[in-house]
């Protein structure tokens, strides 16, 4: 009889596990061909890169129906395209020479290198250097390649300034050693100190914001490569950051000075001009206060491999510059004098929230040849550009404006008195869609040179009379022309073609939606990914991926085609709706949009996110809204375990990914710029308290898994051990999953988390079964 019951429990478990829905391993090896390596391989020139020779001359190559690369030579003045060269001749000329077949078909010269004249080009064949006429198909063969045509010979510029450790020269180089700036003269190899008085947590050009450091110098070089601007950067008073090592014996102590929100001692800067080119470095010290360790469009003084918030005149007799205060509230636009460290405030300006000089990176362009400073400011509203007057410090009038905001600033033409730009706001499929634009210094004769719908990027000729334009949406492949500055002459380049994309996968592109945020009033906009193959009837489990900001969301500014975006399709072809919210509270729309959570990081666009869920599952049907998960890394991890345990009810799975989870254990920076100071309460609390996750915990009833890396220096994992220790104190059920050796973005376990994540949904949230231990990249 016992064993009558044991077979028929046996096989009534059986039928409940074979009931069961299961994902298989060939769902799993489906899935993995929608992630970015297999689906970029399926696109056919999908992006078009211009390699400008002149002010009007560039060539590009693509790969033609046949399967062939070809080169193409533009000329912007004369509207044409040509063949840049005879894919036959120029390889039966190989053929000759290298006294070895060279296909046609497989012909890839690589990098063209074109004469002065246009007459000829160099490049790299069998590792030698050859050069060719086209006209005459004469092929001369040179010496050895010991490197690719057109790669670096050192130092570099890029716009106002001089950035990294390279002179604009390209003769010498920076370092630090022992806390002190060294040169390294490139031809020769001699180095020397240019400072000898710093000492540890006291040195020059140190570079530690405390969530990222490196033994880089942060410097910025004057045009002519004579003198150094930088800082002294005291932190001996900072507090520590400690992390362990695991390993067999004795651990690593791994400790640096990591500031935190509130604390007393936070990182300041002496800021200083190094001379390089006199007998003896000689140090003149700026005659100012001390500065912060801020930047005005980041929480790092290190921008871009510079030195931030810093441009030189041409001739290097002034430097601009500005400081932030902590909360960066307030902008101080400064000059200094390079030779006696005399600073003039020129003007300030005041946010109550807090203050940016620019949507992607510094807007503000200093002009000392016509006394004019050009500044970027949300005062209106939107972000815009306005003209002031270098002598006296006043607004001479506003450049930009209108229900757009400036996006950044790529070209500043000081002859025709013009600047280039790129704008948000003025695409009306959507706000986010970049476009490039014109203005004149007075405001007049603004225009859009990039019409069409869609977002844009350019890439301006030399001489800036010409640019070739790339535009695409999300679900929208791109089209490539080159455009006329002055009169819009359009001449078409081609498109990206998904043919063999769809043939071979079935893909279909990201749907694009538009909602209303959880005030009822405010537009917001997302992706949707589904299974390319969906049943007709069925409800599929919707898994929203977040990222809150404050800096950008969980799609940001990055709205142009892409065939995938992470693993996003690869998850959705395992039976799920994939969402991407970009919430209220973050940039590239108004000030007050973007200051909308302000002092309360904590809601983490998170009623957002609802409202736009239930929205789309009114319009379809196939959204199952009672089995709704959620998952981010950094901020989203914050987002995903404040999800989970303040709306319990509506979010039934999550996956917390190294979260920020209190603000008060993250770098000071962050929270004093989104949050403001941290300010004690009579009750012993703060103004970031009931913006900590672990103060939820006893909330907790869905499924919730943990992720954190011991070595994380970014979101030390002591965030999220808050969080654990709250829920152990709460007697709660949750998951956790420690990479021991792993930075913030886990590194070479990657693709287990991506696994494990593939995982976690598939069981607790679409209620099947597995494979066990799928690897990914089988």
Not at 364 to 383: A, C, F, I
Not at 495 to 511: F, H, Q
Request: glycine share 8%; with cysteine.
């Amino acid at each position: 009889m016992k064993r009558f019951f044991l077979l028929l429990t046996s096989a009534l478990l059986l039928n409940v596990v074979l009931a069961q829905d299961s994902v298989t391993v060939a769902d799993y090896q489906r899935a993995q061909q929608f992630l970015g390596a297999g689906t970029s391989r399926l696109v056919k020139n999908g992006s078009l890169f211009p390699n400008w020779i002149d002010g009007s001359n560039f060539w590009y190559s693509r790969t033609g129906a046949s399967g062939r690369l070809e080169y193409y030579l533009v000329n912007g003045a004369r509207n044409t395209r040509v063949p840049a060269f005879n894919s036959e001749k120029l390889a039966a000329a190989l053929s000759k020479q290298s006294e070895k077949p060279v296909s046609a078909d497989k012909l890839n010269p690589g990098q063209l290198t074109y004469s002065k004249d246009m007459k000829t080009f160099t490049f790299t064949f069998e590792g030698f250097s050859w050069t060719y006429n086209p006209k005459s198909n004469k092929l001369v063969k040179g010496e050895s390649a010991s490197r690719p045509q057109g790669a670096s010979q050192g130092g570099f510029g890029f716009g106002r300034r001089a950035f990294g450790g390279t002179s604009p020269d390209g003769t010498k180089t920076v370092f630090i050693k022992d806390d002190n700036l060294w040169i390294r003269e490139v031809a020769s190899g001699k180095t020397y100190p240019l400072t000898k008085d710093g000492i540890k947590d006291y040195g020059y050009a140190t570079d530690n914001a405390g969530w990222k450091h490196s033994d880089n110098a942060v410097v910025s070089w004057s045009p002519d490569s004579k003198m150094i601007f930088t800082f002294k950067q005291d932190q001996r008073l900072v507090g520590d950051m400690y992390l362990v090592t695991t390993n067999v014996g004795h651990p690593k102590l791994e400790s640096w000075k990591y500031p935190l929100p509130g604390d007393e001692h936070v990182a300041m800067l002496e800021r200083v001009v190094i001379h390089v080119d006199e007998q003896q470095p000689r140090i003149v010290k700026l005659k100012m206060e001390r500065d912060y360790h801020r930047a005005t469009t980041g929480d790092d003084i290190s921008g871009m491999g510079g030195l931030a918030d810093v441009a030189w005149s041409k001739d290097g007799s002034s430097i601009a510059f500005v400081s932030s205060s902590r909360d960066h509230k307030v902008a101080k636009f400064r000059i200094a004098n390079p030779q006696t460290g005399d600073v003039r405030d020129v003007f300030s300006e005041t946010s109550p929230t807090q203050f940016e000089s620019g949507q992607m990176g510094e807007s503000w362009q200093y002009l000392p040849e016509t006394n004019e400073v050009v500044w970027y400011s949300e005062r209106d509203n939107y972000g815009h550009l306005y003209l002031y007057d270098l002598n006296t410090g006043k607004v001479k009038n506003q450049i930009t404006k209108g229900n757009y905001v400036v996006a950044n600033v790529t070209k500043t033409d000081l002859k025709e008195r013009k600047f280039y730009f790129n704008a948000f706001g003025l695409d009306p499929v959507n706000p986010y869609y970049r476009h490039f634009c014109v203005v004149n210094f007075d405001g007049t004769g603004f225009r859009d040179l990039t019409p069409e719908e869609g977002d844009h990027r350019v890439s301006v000729s030399p001489s800036g009379e010409y640019f070739v334009n790339t535009y695409s949406q999300p679900h929208i492949p791109p089209v490539f022309n080159l455009r006329n500055i002055r009169n819009n002459t359009v001449l078409a380049l081609g498109e990206a073609d998904v043919s063999e994309l769809k043939e071979k996968l079935d893909w279909k592109p990201v749907t694009p939606f538009k909602v209303k945020a959880a005030d009822g009033v405010t537009d917001i906009y997302g992706l949707m990914y589904t299974p390319t193959k969906m049943e007709p009837g069925k409800k599929y489990p919707v898994v929203d991926y977040i990222y809150p900001g404050p800096q950008a969301g969980s799609i940001g500014a990055n709205w142009a085609f892409s065939p995938v975006r992470g693993d996003h399709q690869a998850l959705a072809e395992l039976g799920f709706v994939v969402v991407m919210i970009e919430g209220t509270c973050n940039p590239y729309r108004t000030k007050a949009f973007h200051d909308m959570c302000y002092g309360n990081m904590g809601e983490n666009t998170l009623p957002d996110q609802i409202a736009g869920i239930k929205q789309l599952a009114e319009k379809y049907p196939f959204m199952d809204i009672n089995k709704v998960g959620i998952w981010g890394h950094s901020g989203g991890g914050f987002a995903t375990a404040a999800a989970m345990l303040k709306f319990p009810d509506f979010f039934k799975v999550g996956i917390s990914e190294s979260g920020n989870h209190d603000n008060r254990n993250y770098e000071d920076d962050w929270g004093e710029r989104y949050i403001g100071l941290l300010k004690k309460n009579a009750d012993g609390t703060d103004n970031y308290t009931m913006q900590a996750n672990q103060m939820y915990a006893e909330n907790l009833k869905g499924k919730l898994l943990l992720v954190h890396g011991l070595m994380d220096n970014n979101v030390p994992p002591y965030n999220t051990l808050l969080v654990v220790k709250a829920l152990q104190d709460a007697n709660k059920d949750f998951d956790l999953i420690i990479f021991p050796d792993s930075r913030h973005g886990f590194g070479k376990y990657s693709n287990y988390m991506m696994r494990t994540r593939w995982d976690y949904f598939v069981k607790n949230l679409k209620g099947a079964l597995h494979p066990k231990e799928f690897k990914i990249g089988q």
